[in-house]
């Protein structure tokens, strides 16, 4: 057994229809991956039309499954109310809804104009929000469960200089997690939320740590286990809990990131650094007083 093997049992999907937005690249589609391998059906959903055909094609070859691509800006309520009816089209009914699209980049806050902190906010909490009122709606009037997963990050509720507006939008996504896991639970409607630490992907990485600042900066150096984390580790949390093993999960936000956020919050964890001398010079000046 691996860390990155798949966890849960053949079959744990089977028959459920998942919509991933931002399935396209990256953790999504490393996610919508794993949901087709466990016999899930798959819409993704992005901007970029052809990246989806690409991936669709990619995934559906790798795993035998079925993949719908569907282009979708996540700050327009009417394509996303196509993204429904599509997908009801081809496949029935919806079960669960990732909502994994986010825009994000490094900025001093006092240089980014209002369009700018728009763009994330809109992408992040917006398109958040619209997929999830739309899809709440339809589950509630058709009497249907669903399964709501929104991808967060640890800074959602430690906030972060320099990304403010992914910040902001990654705060109220909790809360809006958090706030439906109560009022929808009577409409058989959970709501949870993965916040990931760093997991290279070309999407994070090129605007995150451009140039050299992945060398400079390195996540795994600033990380307890000293390493980043695998696609597959996120997956398996993901489709634990798209599935029904994961039941009586509802509300919660998990965090897979290695204790890098602890790291930073935890009062002396810089003693890290004092070596085993230090520590045994210490020990001795005490025993000399
Ligand atoms: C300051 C910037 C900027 C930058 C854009 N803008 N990039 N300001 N620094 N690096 C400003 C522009 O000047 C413009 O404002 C406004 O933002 C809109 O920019 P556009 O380029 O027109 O927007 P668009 O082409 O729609 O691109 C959206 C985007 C882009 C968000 C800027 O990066 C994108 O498409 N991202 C999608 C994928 C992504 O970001 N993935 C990473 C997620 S990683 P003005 O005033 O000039 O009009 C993540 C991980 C978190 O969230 C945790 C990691 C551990
Ligand atoms: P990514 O590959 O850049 O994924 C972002 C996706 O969002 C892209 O597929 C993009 O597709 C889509 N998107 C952007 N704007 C959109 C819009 N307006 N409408 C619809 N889709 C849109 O980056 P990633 O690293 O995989 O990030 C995935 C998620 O994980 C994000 O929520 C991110 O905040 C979160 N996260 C990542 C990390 C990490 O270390 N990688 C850590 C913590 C949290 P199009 O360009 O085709 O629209």
Redesign the pocket.
Known sequence: MKNSDGMLKEEALKGKTIIVTGGGTGLGKAMGQYFLELGANLVIASRKMEVLEDTAHELAEKTGGQVLPIACDVRKYEEIEQVIRATEEKFGTIHGLLNNA????I?PTE???H??FD??VD?VLRGTYYFTLALGKKWIALQQSGTLLNIV?TYAWTGSGYVVP?ACAKAGILSLTRSLAVEWAKYKIRSNAIAP??FPTE??WS??LPGDMAQKFDPALKNPLGRVGDHQELANLAAYLMSDYSAYINGEVITIDGGEWLMGAGEFNHLESVSSSMWDQLAQSKKDK
């Open positions: 986010a825009g994000n980049f900025s240089r980014l104009s369009r700018a763009i994330i992408i990050t992914s630490g760093p999407g994070a605007r995150l």
